[in-house]
């Protein structure tokens, strides 16, 4: 039966797929053929990930966001996703939190980012009632000035999804692969990697985290649990999706274009 077709006492409802370790790339995949070939809303946990994987957006540019020479000297995979957003690095310190929805579960939310975002906030308000202090700061979730979880979207014709990666730990290394961002949140005021981010696990306790979220979920939807198995689906059967690993040569082709852009920096003349 379709989503919008099933109510009770006035909530749509919401099927839960939690996962435990399963590599981004997968879940990416899954994300989007969900998206795309169901009719269903999903809320997707996956607690941790495989080895080390670097995540950019849809446009994101590898020259400008990555150091390129440590990414492939380390052998560290690098992923372009079918949403927008920015650059992350997860591992098994990452807890993923997905909602893929129809337009229709909430009549009244407009199908844009900035709504969308807003109304997941609400979802994470209730999580971290009484820990920290939790907010919205443009596009991230932070606790007081320092972010702790990055989003990530997609809206469709009849349907959006809306995925997190929360930073329940990290390893401090990992940051090195990334660059500053030239197009960065105001409030990050230039601050490097390890200055603007911060552990949940400051916080709040791995499994006490997943299970304060499934319960604000359900003060949002009615749950039903499911596997891997219900996921799939006859249009799904044919479905390619779109997130792929970029390959070694594309990653060198970067290594040409972030050094030709030095380049021209260092010979362009300066202004006195």
């Known amino acids: 039966m379709a989503v919008s077709q099933t109510r009770s006492m006035g909530l749509p409802l919401i099927n839960l797929l939690r996962l435990r370790g399963v590599p981004i790339l997968q879940q990416l995949h899954l994300e989007e053929r969900l998206l795309r070939t169901s009719y269903d809303n999903w809320c997707i946990i996956n607690d941790g990930t495989t080895k080390p994987t670097i995540v950019m957006g849809?446009?994101?540019?590898?020259?400008?966001?990555?150091?390129?020479?440590?990414?492939?000297?380390?052998?560290?995979?690098?992923?372009?996703?079918?949403?927008?957003?920015?650059?992350?690095?997860?591992?098994?310190?990452?807890?993923?939190?997905?909602?893929?929805?129809n337009k229709d579960a909430f009549p009244d939310l407009q199908s844009y980012p900035q709504p969308i975002m807003s109304w997941s906030s609400l979802i994470y308000k209730k999580v971290f009632?009484?820990?920290?202090?939790?907010?919205?700061?443009?596009?991230?979730?932070?606790?007081?000035?320092h972010k702790f979880g990055g989003n990530a979207q997609s809206i469709t014709k009849n349907r959006w999804v809306h995925h997190t990666s929360f930073l329940w730990d990290y390893q401090t290394s990992n940051m090195g692969y990334l660059k500053l961002p030239k197009r960065a949140p105001e409030y990050r005021q230039a601050r490097g990697h390890l200055d603007f981010i911060c552990r949940m696990k400051d916080h709040i306790p791995r499994s006490n985290f997943i299970d304060r979220t499934i319960d604000a979920v359900g003060s949002h939807f009615v749950l039903t649990s499911a596997d891997l198995e219900a996921s799939q689906s006859p249009l799904s059967l044919n479905f390619e999706p779109s997130s792929r690993l970029l390959k070694r040569e594309e990653l060198e082709e970067a290594i040409f274009k972030s050094r030709a852009r030095r380049a021209c920096a260092a010979?362009?003349?300066q202004a006195s």
Do not use: H
Not at 74 to 89: A, N, Q, S
């Open 58 to 101: 849809v446009s994101g540019k590898a020259e400008e966001l990555l150091e390129i020479e440590s990414v492939i000297r380390d052998e560290i995979p690098v992923i372009r996703r079918f949403t927008g957003g920015g650059t992350v690095i997860v591992d098994q310190g990452t807890i993923f939190v997905t909602f893929i929805c």
């Open 129 to 145: 009632q009484g820990i920290g202090d939790f907010s919205l700061r443009e596009n991230d979730y932070v606790l007081g000035n």
């Open 267 to 269: 010979s362009a003349p």
